[in-house]
């Protein structure tokens, strides 16, 4: 199932439990976020779970025994000092602009570094991934799609690595598209080094992303974690050229966890580089030889968002239920509603309502203000 698009609209995951959740945490010390996000001997996902019970990052810290003081605070604040001076930006779990796709997944980053920018309209992105040691059929068929893709308004999302990787970008790049790149190391220790001047390329026209210390050095063991961030910036994931047991067969298994979509270039039979696609084919990926076989795959509306970017807006009318409900509850308040009050008035499941406020937003809708309630703009 592909996750819903940006929408114009005309002006005018947790459930039960205590405690707030990840999308309306008041406007906590960035000190503190920063601390939770290094605080890595306890599981991203515990710490999750902890920040949902909790309502602040402090409370969360407080729970796992890191007691935000002294030198801790010391060396967080010369971390945050060193991210503005060198021009980057740090950006946080609950934020207005956090990626509402990446938001949604089980294991959000609870921060990011981005050097460049990530836009509002990057939630409508494709992410292309596929082997390192990719053939000149791969990386020519990654480049051609990312192109086609890219010029009909698509962000191409991948790893920056060399190979399918790195062909995506420069499709995207041809194209003057948008795309945006995301390590396996810090954004100062950019992996590999060779591709320096493509991260600097890709920076200009989107953004180079990392969820690990600036000079975090690419360990394997970063890999996956930066995989699962690639597939949750995204509405789906292609794979081009991927052996048996290739880490791009990894991406795919976690777009479908995400409930993302998955395609897959075939390649020539008999090719060691083409065995991982061909047996996520026969697992049910969708076959792609053309831009077209994933825009088909896309629904009506993200096609539609897609052709119409940057002409008309959508009328109230064309909203699902859903999205009239919460923006017709919006727009009858004076005041800013968080979650909990749309939820209790709506009696919407969580993630129907996540869902809807994320569509209502990227469509200009609606505004989540930087403590996490909403408000329709008029």
């Known amino acids: 199932m592909v996750a819903h698009p940006p929408q114009r609209c005309k002006p005018g995951k947790r459930e039960g439990g205590k405690g707030?959740?990840?999308?309306?945490?008041?406007?906590?010390?960035?000190?503190?976020?920063?601390?939770?996000?290094?605080?890595?001997?306890?599981p991203l996902r515990d710490r999750l779970t902890l920040l949902r019970d909790e309502g602040s990052f402090l409370s969360a810290l407080r729970r796992i025994g890191v007691n935000p003081d002294g030198r801790l605070r010391a060396g967080a604040e010369a971390a945050l000092e060193r991210i503005a001076g060198r021009g980057y930006r740090l950006l946080l779990?609950?934020?207005?602009?956090?990626p509402p796709l990446l938001a949604a997944i089980p294991d959000p980053?609870?921060?990011?570094t981005i050097r460049g920018e990530i836009l509002r309209e990057d939630a409508l992105s494709i992410s292309i991934v596929g082997s390192r040691r990719a053939t000149p059929y791969g990386r020519d068929t990654a480049r051609r799609l990312a192109r086609?893709?890219?010029?009909?308004?698509?962000?191409?999302?991948?790893?920056?690595?060399?190979?399918?990787?790195?062909?995506?970008h420069e499709g995207a790049l041809a194209a003057s598209g948008r795309t945006l790149a995301v390590?396996?190391?810090?954004?100062?220790?950019?992996?590999?080094?060779?591709?320096?001047?493509?991260?600097?390329?890709?920076?200009?026209?989107?953004?180079?992303?990392s969820e690990f210390d600036l000079d975090e050095p690419p360990h394997a063991r970063n890999f996956p974690r930066r995989n699962r961030v690639i597939t949750g910036l995204s509405l789906g994931t292609l794979v081009v050229e991927a052996a048996a047991k290739?880490?791009?067969?990894?991406?795919a298994r976690l777009a479908l966890d995400q409930d993302r979509e998955v395609f897959a270039v075939p390649g020539p039979i008999g090719s060691p580089g083409s065995e991982g696609v061909h047996a996520l084919?026969?697992?049910?990926?969708?076959?792609?030889?053309?831009?077209?076989d994933v825009l088909e795959e896309l629904r009506d509306d993200v096609r539609a968002a897609l052709e119409q970017r940057s002409i008309g807006e959508r009328v109230p009318e064309a909203l699902d239920a859903d999205e009239r409900a919460v923006l017709t509850l919006l727009r009858s308040r004076h005041e800013p509603l968080d979650l909990d009050s749309i939820l209790d008035a709506l009696s919407l499941p969580i993630?129907?309502?996540?869902?809807?406020?994320?569509?209502?937003?990227?469509g200009g809708c609606v505004r989540r203000l930087p403590g996490g309630a909403y408000h329709a703009r008029r």
């Open 281 to 292: 084919l026969r697992d049910g990926a969708r076959l792609v030889t053309r831009a077209e």
């Open 109 to 112: 980053p609870i921060a990011l």
């Open 351 to 362: 993630d129907r309502a996540l869902s809807t406020l994320s569509r209502l937003e990227l």
């Open 20 to 42: 707030r959740p990840i999308s309306s945490y008041p406007d906590m010390s960035r000190i503190e976020a920063w601390l939770l996000a290094r605080a890595e001997h306890v």
């Open 93 to 98: 779990l609950g934020e207005s602009d956090y």
């Open 148 to 168: 086609d893709l890219a010029s009909s308004g698509l962000t191409i999302v991948s790893g920056l690595a060399r190979g399918i990787d790195a062909a995506g």
């Open 246 to 251: 290739s880490g791009s067969l990894i991406s």
């Open 183 to 209: 390590l396996g190391s810090g954004l100062e220790n950019l992996y590999p080094p060779e591709h320096r001047k493509l991260a600097e390329r890709i920076a200009e026209q989107g953004a180079v992303v």
